[in-house]
C-alpha cells in the first residue's frame, strides 16, 4: 500500500519523460523503445550493466545527442534543438567531468556561472563548501585528485540550483566518507530543495541507500520501473533453502513441488520465488524425498538480488537485442 507521500509523488507531474525513445549509431541499435518516467521531487535510480545505455539516454536527455526516434519531454514540454530554456532548469554531469585544468576549481565554477548567465554573489562558494573542496578553492584543477574531480563536477552540476539534477556514475573516485557524503547531499537537495534527482551508478547498495524509484535497462530496452517501498514491503519475498544436495532438491521442487520459479545459488542456496508455496509445505515434502534441510526461511529481496534475477531473466528468456 503506497503512503501518503508516495501517492503525492506518484499524482505531481513527470519532470522527465519518455516516449519511444531510439539511437542508432552506425547501423547498431544501442537504444530501442524506451519509456522512462522520473516525477517531481524525486530521487530515481538509473541501473544497468555497463554498456546497458545508462549514459546514452542521459546524453539524449541533456541534448548532447539527438535520438533517431521518440520523444523526450522536460518539465511538461517537447525537447528540441532549441530548447534552451529548458535546458537552463537542468544540471547534469555526464561520465567523466572536464574542466580547464590550468584554472582553480573557483575559476571554473565562475566561468561556469557566466555561461550560464547565472549571478548569485554566493554561489560559487557555497557550492565548493557544500562539495568539501573550499581548502583547495584556488589550486588548479590539474593538481585534483580524481576524487576532488568528481566533487567539482557534482559542485558545477549544483551550481545554478537546477530542477533536475542529472549524474552519471557520481561515486567514481569517492572513498567511503566521500560517497556518504554525497550521498547525504542529494537527499538534502531532494528533500529540502526539492530538486528531481536522476542518478546512475553500478553501486546498487548506494543506490537502495538513496532512491525512491529506480529504472532498470539491458541492452537498451527498459526491463522495470518501480519504487523502492515496493521492493522494502517485500513484493520480492524469497523462501531461501540450504541443502547438501542442490541437483536432487532441484529434482523435488520441480517434480514433486510443481515449482519451477527458483535460483541456485552458490554454497548449496536455493532461492524460491514462488509466492505460492509455504516453508511448511516444502519442509515436509522435502523431507518425504529424502532431502537433507541445512535451513529454510522466508527472506525480502535487496535491490541487488532484484536487479540480478531481472537481468539475468532477460538473458534467459532469449530475448534479440541489436
Known sequence: MINEKGREKHIMKDVLK???LTKTVDGK????????SVHKGEIYGFLGPNGAGKTTTMKLVTNLWKPTSGEIELFGNKLGPSSHDLLKRMGSMIEFPVFYEELSGEENLKLHCEYMGYYSPDCVGSALDMLDLTGAARQHVKSYSLGMKQRLGIARAVLAKPELLILDEPYNGLDPAGMKQIRDLLRTLCDEYGITILI???LLSEVENLADTIGIIHHGHMLNELSMQEISEGSLAYIELVTSDVKHTSFVLEEKL?????KVMDEGEIRIYDSSV??????RVLSQNNVEIDALKRKNDSLEDYFLKLTAQSEGEGKSYV
Open 18 to 20: 519518455t516516449s519511444h
Open 29 to 36: 541499435e544501442i537504444l530501442s523503445d524506451l519509456n522512462m
Open 200 to 202: 546512475s551508478s553500478h
Open 258 to 262: 510443481s515449482v519451477s520459479d527458483f
Open 278 to 283: 509455504s516453508t511448511g509445505t516444502l519442509s
